[in-house]
């Protein structure tokens, strides 16, 4: 297994780009944390914004859950990686995503048999209704089980005024802001759920535009 | 007992029997839907309802989502696409109200396409159930396998079930009549004292293609969007000079509310509608 300082070099396998500063992509140092520090042997994560997976797949290939080499072919004819995942090419990827609005009502799901399930998801996503529906039935009958992050980088279009945490407080969830670039806050704000009820992460990351 | 009721019962010891099952409800239904811990009812929320199903099948439960029609097919249709297929994730979908059940709730609760757009999707196994005998059949094989099923309830009946599956031959002649599901019995009527014969199909997908061996003529009478599975037949008989006439609910919006016979006799798809859509082609 490799370390987090190795995951640029496998960011350029997969694209091929060697100048870029792969520190700017959005979720890899939450992706990082969760497959490092957090997520247990009989956790499940779930990405839900499938867009723009190549930190994810980084990440998978330095934990060991992907072949190095399946880096090489991104989105290629035979690869089983693709600009969005698909998890019956890749079952470490947990769910195929890539349309939004889908991962949080299916990690509502498995959370409902006890499991205890990751969701990843952006601000923009949330402009999804699908959301609050899981969002809000989770919140009301106290679905300890889940836990979701979202990856806030302004990019929703209306934006999330007063803070997109507040809508998950409302509908009976904790919430914590963190700094989704330091890793140990990242990690504090996973551990801060209660247990008694939904979690949601909101971790803060620059600005999209 | 009606294909619902037999339906509630059937839900309810299923979650009794096996904790692998459970029941997915978006406020249809709850009240006649055991309290159990394994009924989830999310609200009227069906985009939910066809995720967590989903995520259920995940985990390796067996889920049954249930809603009208148009809720449990038509609104969370992407769901259905995606969380269920896309995922190769199992579940079995039960709707009611059929094409025009609900006649006089008017067209938001008709879905007279459901079984076309389910068709366009891949892996589904599609029952049509005519009798609460076939709907139990069909409900208990899902219930012990874990793939995409989807059941439409009706509350048009036919007056006994019909045993066997894949298309079921009831008499030999030409043209052959296929009733699909509820249409049996104003079939049997309409043909009576006519010259053809009459088969039976109440699971139209996967598609008995190999059951039309010699048949050149049919006559489809669908309980939903005419013609939905003719291009099915057409490809069954596409070896041999064919005829193909269908009979089913016509595309044009119906604005009209009433009984559900009122329907099915604007639709043709009463014994005389039926008699005369043959008589004319005969």
Redesign the interface.
């Known amino acids: 297994m490799l370390a987090y300082d190795d995951v640029p070099a496998l960011l350029t396998r997969l694209t091929g780009d060697e100048k870029h500063d792969w520190s700017s992509l959005s979720t890899v140092d939450v992706l990082w944390v969760l497959h490092d520090r957090v997520l247990g042997p009989d956790d499940?994560f779930l990405l839900s914004k499938g867009h723009g997976p190549a930190a994810f797949y980084a990440v998978l290939a330095a934990k060991g859950l992907i072949p190095a080499d399946a880096l090489d072919g991104f989105g290629a004819f035979g690869s089983m990686l693709g600009y969005h995942p698909?998890?019956?090419l890749v079952p470490a990827a947990g769910?195929?995503s890539g349309?939004l609005?889908?991962g949080?009502?299916?990690?509502?799901?498995?959370?409902?048999?006890g499991?205890r399930i990751y969701c990843l998801v952006g601000d923009a996503e949330l402009d999804e209704?699908?959301n609050w529906?899981?969002v809000?039935?989770a919140g009301r009958i106290g679905l300890s089980a889940l836990n979701v992050v979202v990856i806030d980088n302004r990019s929703s279009t209306y934006h999330w005024p007063g803070g997109v945490e507040e809508r998950f407080v409302l509908e009976g969830w904790s919430a914590v802001r963190c700094d989704g670039r330091d890793h140990d806050a990242i990690e504090e704000a996973f551990a801060s759920a209660t247990g008694e009820r939904p979690h949601a992460v909101v971790a803060e990351v620059e600005d999209k535009r | 007992m009606s294909m619902r009721s037999r339906f509630y019962r059937l839900a309810g010891e299923a979650l009794e029997d096996d904790e692998r099952v459970a029941v997915v409800s978006a406020e249809i239904g709850v009240g006649e839907l055991p309290d159990h811990p394994r009924h989830f009812n999310v609200g009227i929320r069906e985009q939910l309802m066809i995720g967590v199903a989903a995520g259920l099948a995940l985990e390796g439960m067996r889920p049954i989502a249930h809603s009208y029609t148009p809720f449990v097919i038509e609104r969370p249709y992407e769901q259905v696409k995606l969380d269920l297929g896309h995922q190769d994730l199992g579940a079995i979908l039960v709707s009611t109200g059929a094409s025009y059940d609900a006649a006089r709730a008017g067209r938001t609760h008709q879905a007279p396409e459901d079984v076309a757009i389910m068709a366009a999707l891949p892996g589904w196994t599609i029952h049509i159930p005519g009798h609460p005998d076939e709907l139990e059949r069909v409900f208990r094989r899902a219930l012990a396998n874990d793939d995409r099923v989807y059941i439409r309830m009706s509350e048009e009946e036919n007056a006994a079930p019909v045993r066997g599956d894949g298309l079921v031959l009831l008499r030999s002649g030409s043209p052959l009549v296929v009733a699909v599901g509820p249409t049996l019995g104003p079939t049997l009527e309409a043909t009576a004292d006519l010259d053809v014969g009459v088969a039976y199909l109440s699971t139209v997908r996967p598609f008995p293609y190999d059951a039309f061996a010699g048949v050149t003529d049919v006559v489809l009478v669908e309980p939903y969007l005419v013609g939905t599975s003719a291009g099915e037949v057409a490809a069954a008989l596409s070896d041999r000079p064919a005829r193909i006439f269908s009979i089913g609910v016509p595309l044009a919006e119906f604005r009209h509310y009433g009984t559900p016979a009122e329907h099915r006799a604007a639709h043709g798809l009463h014994a005389a509608g039926i008699r005369e859509a043959i008589t004319r082609r005969l």
Request: charged share 20%.
């Open positions: 499940r698909d998890r019956t769910i195929g349309s609005g889908h949080l009502p299916i990690a509502v799901g498995a959370a409902l048999t499991r209704g699908s529906e899981a809000q039935y």
